[in-house]
C-alpha cells in the first residue's frame, strides 16, 4: 500500500540538497520534479482509476508537511498540486484521465478574470482567452488551469438568479504563455508567475462551474474538499518544525552576551518552550479534526457542516500558530537569524508569504465563526 508519508521522508535528502538551486533558479530544478513525480508526490490525492495514489486525504496532508519541513518552496508546490487535484473528480473520468493520468502536474489559479466564448465547432467548447496571476509550479507544470466568464457570442451568461456563469478550464502547456512575474520575499522557487492563453479551443468536458458541479468521481473525497484545504496548514506546520529545529540547533551551540551560552539564556528557554506548544497545540487540532472528518466521509454521516468548518478553522489556525512559533524563534536569535547561512531566515520570509493566502486568512475565521453561531458559511468550500 501507498505510504505518503514515507514517500516524502524518503525524499527530504534530496530536497535539502536541492534547497539552494530551488532559491536560485525560483523554481524546483527538473531533477528533484522528476523524483517527487515518480515518488507520486503530485498524484497523492487522484483516484487509481484515473491513475493516481489514491491516498488517506489525512496522510496525503502528513507527507506535505514533511516536505516542507525539507523545503518551503518544494512543498508549496506538492501543496498546491494536491489541491489541484481536487478538480479531477468534477469532470468526466474520461478527460480527468486525460489531464491528470500520466504523471500530468496541474497549475492554475481559481479567479474568473478569463473569458470563455461557447462554440458547437469543431465539438461543443469554449475559445478560451485569458491572463491569470500565482499559477504555482508553472514551471514544471504539464497543464494550466484559468477560471473564465463564460459568454454567448458578446453576452455574458446569466443563470437564473442573474448572475454571471462561470468556468474552470484545462489547457495544455503547449498553448500557455508564462511570464517571469515570481519576485517576491518568501517561496521563490514555486515559479507561481502568471500565464495567459489566446483563442484557445477547449472542449466541454474539460472543465467544470466552480462551487456549481456535483462531483462526477464515486471517491468520496471529492464531496469533502475541506480535507485537501488543510494542506495549507501541513505545510506551514512543516515550515514551523523545520524553524524549531534549526533554532534549536543554534541554541545549543551558539553563546550570547557575555559569553554566556543561549541554552542557559532564561528568555530563550522560554520562547523555545513556547514555540512548541504553539506548533504541537495546532498539530494536534488540525489532525485530530482531519480525521474526524475523514471517518464521517466513510461512513456517510449525515450531518457534518460543523466538522468542515472546523477543519478549515484548524487549516488556518496552524497557520497562524506557526507564524507565531517562527516570528518568537527567529526574534530571540536575533542576528544570527537574519544572516542567508541560517535556514531560519529563509523559512521566516517563507512563512509570511504562504500566510498572505485568501485560503487560511481572516476571512476563514469569519466563516468558521458563522457556522459556530449556527449560521451558513460565506466563504468557499467550507
Known amino acids: 500500500m501507498y505510504d505518503p508519508v514515507e514517500a516524502a521522508r524518503s525524499l527530504q535528502p534530496s530536497i535539502r540538497e536541492a534547497a539552494e538551486r530551488i532559491e536560485d533558479l525560483r523554481r524546483l530544478p527538473p531533477d528533484l520534479v522528476e523524483a517527487m513525480r515518480s515518488a507520486g508526490l503530485f498524484h497523492m490525492l487522484i483516484p487509481q482509476s484515473i491513475g493516481g495514489q489514491e491516498a488517506d486525504p ?153 462551487l456549481v458541479v456535483e462531483p462526477q468521481h464515486p471517491w468520496v473525497l471529492y464531496a469533502y474538499p475541506q480535507l485537501v484545504f488543510m494542506n495549507h496548514g501541513s505545510h506551514a506546520l512543516g515550515l514551523a518544525r523545520a524553524a524549531l529545529d534549526a533554532a534549536t540547533e543554534a541554541v545549543r551551540t551558539k553563546r550570547g552576551w557575555g559569553d554566556q551560552p543561549l541554552r542557559e539564556v532564561l528568555r530563550v528557554q522560554s520562547v523555545v518552550a513556547e514555540a512548541t506548544a504553539l506548533i504541537e497545540s495546532a498539530r494536534c487540532y488540525l489532525y485530530a479534526t482531519a480525521e474526524e472528518l475523514w471517518a464521517a466521509a466513510q461512513s456517510d454521516a449525515a450531518e457534518t457542516q460543523v466538522l468542515r468548518s472546523r477543519v478549515r478553522l484548524a487549516a488556518s489556525h496552524a497557520a497562524r500558530s506557526s507564524v507565531q512559533a517562527i516570528d518568537l524563534l527567529h526574534s530571540t536569535l536575533g542576528t544570527t537569524a537574519i544572516f542567508v547561512s541560517n535556514p531560519l531566515e529563509r523559512i521566516f520570509r517563507d512563512i509570511h508569504t504562504a500566510a498572505a493566502h485568501v485560503m487560511i486568512g481572516q476571512l476563514t475565521y469569519q466563516a468558521a465563526g458563522r457556522v459556530e453561531l449556527g449560521m451558513e458559511p460565506d466563504f468557499p468550500f467550507f
Open 58 to 210: 489525512v496522510a496525503a496532508a502528513r507527507a506535505v508537511e514533511e516536505v516542507a519541513y525539507a523545503d518551503g518552496s518544494a512543498g508549496w508546490c506538492v501543496m498546491l498540486a494536491a489541491q489541484s487535484t481536487g478538480f479531477a473528480g468534477l469532470m468526466p473520468e474520461a478527460e480527468a484521465r486525460e489531464v491528470f493520468g500520466h504523471g500530468g502536474i496541474i497549475a492554475g489559479t481559481a479567479r474568473p478574470i478569463g473569458r470563455a466564448v461557447a462554440v458547437q465547432r469543431p465539438e461543443a467548447g469554449y475559445i478560451v482567452s485569458g491572463r491569470w496571476p500565482f499559477a504555482s509550479g508553472s514551471s514544471h507544470a504539464d497543464w494550466f488551469m484559468g477560471e473564465c466568464v463564460v459568454y454567448d457570442g458578446d453576452q455574458v451568461r446569466l443563470d437564473a438568479q442573474g448572475n454571471q456563469v462561470t468556468r474552470a478550464v484545462f489547457v495544455p502547456r503547449s498553448e500557455v504563455t508564462t511570464y517571469d512575474t515570481w519576485h517576491t520575499t518568501g517561496l521563490r522557487g514555486t515559479a507561481s508567475n502568471d500565464f495567459s492563453v489566446t483563442e484557445v479551443f477547449v472542449p466541454e468536458g474539460r472543465g467544470f462551474q466552480m
